[in-house]
């Protein structure tokens, strides 16, 4: 059963409702930062509640869809490569690259392994010291600490044949990059609570006040979604902004210091790519030199030297996840792109 089917308690739908009248008929559009909301969204049938004067816009929070095409290219490349074991979470096993896929490669008899954690990755180089086992970190955040324990742990137990590919990103610098280019005009942010727990609402701060827009970070569940696009209405219809957390139960306004600590021993601050958008600097990772023995991209430098440059392509990804356009809009979408595979 959908949520709008079985939701009795109307009262935040009605706050919202009531929040509207402030705007005059111009539609409310808030940026669901992260793909598990829209997601969340999506499956619990949350547009139907929502007044028609709120809208919903997709943003850069998908970390499948932000993998830069050339990355991905580069890592299935290295699948070719004679006693490589390559693994992944099972989001990227479907994942496109330009001429093929994970899932293609393992029907073609390459060793491809789907994980629920990078732990499983150390344990499988453990199991077969005569192969090079090579995990695809992808993520932000919320991911970056397994990754980084994973790679701690193979360095600390001498396994020579692990590596990581490092593709993590990080939020913060990438909604800086997309506020600047001010092809939207927001009315407000819903924020990752996952991500957040890691960093920090004050990771935020400069949002509303570079800005003047207003945030809530908030969970995933339908409750918690409502919560923070009546916060967000709330603060437009009151003429302030500020960084509100309604997901309080797992995020604190300090970063995690412990997390915090374990990613800047095993990373390091560096440009990333992002699919559709292009460079932003600051807004990823690499491995720090005290683990560049572990470093896929520098053990199979020669491999990705020779990967071909991504032609151009009609996708309009990038203008779904700067909130431009909806995804139905692209004329790939159902077609040559089709999500729910």
């Keep these: 059963m959908r949520f709008s089917d079985e939701f009795r308690d109307r009262a935040l739908v009605e706050q919202i409702a009531s929040r509207i009248a402030c705007h005059a008929g111009v539609t409310a559009s808030i940026m669901e930062v992260c793909g598990t909301h829209t997601m969340s969204a999506a499956k619990y049938g949350l547009r139907a509640l929502l007044p028609s004067g709120v809208r919903l816009v997709s943003g850069p929070g998908c970390p499948v869809c932000v993998t830069d095409q050339r990355e991905i290219d580069s890592f299935l490349a290295i699948g070719q490569v004679p006693g490589v074991i390559l693994t992944s979470f099972g989001d990227m096993l479907r994942v496109p690259g330009s001429k093929t896929s994970l899932e293609k490669l393992r029907a073609n008899g390459v060793d491809v392994r789907v994980l629920y954690s990078p732990m499983d990755a150390v344990d499988i180089a453990r199991d077969n010291t005569g192969s090079e086992v090579v995990f695809f970190g992808v993520g932000f955040e ?49 924020l990752p609570g996952h991500v957040t727990t890691i960093i920090g609402t004050s990771a935020y701060d400069f949002i509303p006040r570079e800005f003047g827009i207003p945030c809530a970070v908030t969970g995933f569940e339908p409750v918690d979604i409502m919560l923070g696009i009546e916060s967000v209405l709330k603060q437009s219809s009151e003429g302030v902004a500020l960084v509100d957390n309604v997901y309080s139960r797992a995020v604190k ?83 040559t792109c089709t999500p729910s595979e």
């Design 253 to 335: 306004s300090d970063p995690n210091e412990k997390a915090q600590g374990l990613l800047s021993d095993v990373f390091e601050t560096a440009d990333a790519n992002w699919r559709g958008i292009g460079l932003i600097p600051g807004s990823g990772v690499a491995i720090s030199q005290k683990y560049s023995a572990l470093d896929a991209k520098e053990r199979f430098a020669d491999v990705i030297a020779v990967v071909p440059e991504v032609e151009s392509s009609p996708c309009r990804c990038g203008e779904v996840l700067r909130g431009v356009i909806d995804p139905v809009d692209c004329s790939l979408f159902g077609k």
């Design 142 to 190: 919320t991911t970056m600490p397994a990754t980084a324990v994973a790679l701690k742990t193979a360095a600390e137990n001498g396994l020579e044949n692990f590596f990581l590919f490092c593709s993590h990103k990080t939020m913060p610098a990438a909604l800086r990059a997309l506020l600047s280019m001010g092809e939207v005009r927001l009315t407000g942010l819903l």
